[in-house]
């Protein structure tokens, strides 16, 4: 179930009317990690834009440490990405600027994909994707980066999850009719957050995020007391209004999460 590294590479160049991320691919079957073969890549020098893909991985890494896992009939996919001395607390907005790219990109093309925080592209209030971020940093600054992707295509999915296929099956025609397309449109998806990030503004990417996460104007419950998901921040907290009565104006109503702080979970279907 090898990518087709040729049939890729002319799904990239299809209306692509520039180059931000120049773009090396290197394709794999079966790897332990794409974050980790990309990270040995740049210690020998690799350069924004070089690409780890996978079929299948057997130490997938989620969000804080936790197993991805990464079954036969995925795409699994990372890449360098520029940092241009972004601070170190600021890392979080090349995952916001990864998702806004992926779900403008697909949403072009007819997908209704949204984005869950921090870091879920879902579909049909399931989950499809999801984004994890590597950094390495010296003082206080970010000087390499690297985005790791999961992305169900074929492969079997919890009751939480779907995949593009099973999405698809119904189509009369469909969208994506193979993985290097779904990969070409990931991959632009990137380039086109990333260069939005840099080039626009965080200002200008995190209005449009926020237009595309259904987390907004959601009630949840925590400290034994109920709040409205009201936005997110520039460094990736949820910013939550909460319910009170208290009616003191030096009380603050509003809190802030860190990603990892809270989990917002699925409904099963």
């Known amino acids: 179930m090898l990518l ?7 799904a990239l160049a299809v209306k692509r009317k520039s180059v931000y991320l120049p773009f090396s691919l290197h394709i794999f079957d079966i790897v332990s990690s794409t974050n980790d073969i990309l990270w040995n890549l740049v210690d020998q020098g690799a350069e924004p834009g070089c690409v780890v893909i996978a079929t299948q991985q057997t130490s997938g890494k989620g969000q804080w440490g936790r197993q991805w896992l990464s079954p036969l009939g995925g795409l699994y996919l990372s890449v360098t990405v520029p940092t241009h001395n972004l601070s170190a607390n600021r890392s979080y907005q090349l995952t916001f600027a990864t998702a806004w790219g992926i779900v403008n990109q697909l949403q072009n093309l007819g997908i209704d994909i ?7 592209l879902i579909l049909e209030d399931r989950k499809l994707g999801g984004i994890l971020t590597e950094t390495k940093v010296n003082k206080g600054k970010i000087t390499q980066a690297l985005i790791g992707i999961g992305f169900n295509w074929k492969n079997p999915v919890p009751e939480t999850g ?32 990333i260069q939005c990030l840099f080039q626009e503004g965080v200002n200008v990417l995190l209005s449009s995020y926020l237009k595309l996460l259904t987390n907004i104007g959601s009630c949840i419950y925590i400290n ?23 009616t003191r104006l030096d009380r603050n109503p509003d809190i802030y999460l860190q990603p990892g702080q809270i989990s917002l979970g699925y409904q099963k279907p």
């Open 4 to 10: 087709d590294k040729q049939q890729l590479e002319k």
């Open 114 to 120: 949204s984005i869950k925080w921090p870091n879920d």
């Open 162 to 193: 779907i995949n593009l296929e099973m999405w698809q099956s119904n189509k009369v025609q469909k969208i994506i009719p193979n993985l290097e397309i779904l990969t070409s449109q990931v991959l632009l998806g990137i380039e086109l957050g």
């Open 224 to 246: 034994n007391s109920f709040g409205t998901v009201v936005g997110v921040t520039q460094t990736g907290e949820l910013h939550i209004h909460m319910q009170t009565d208290d």
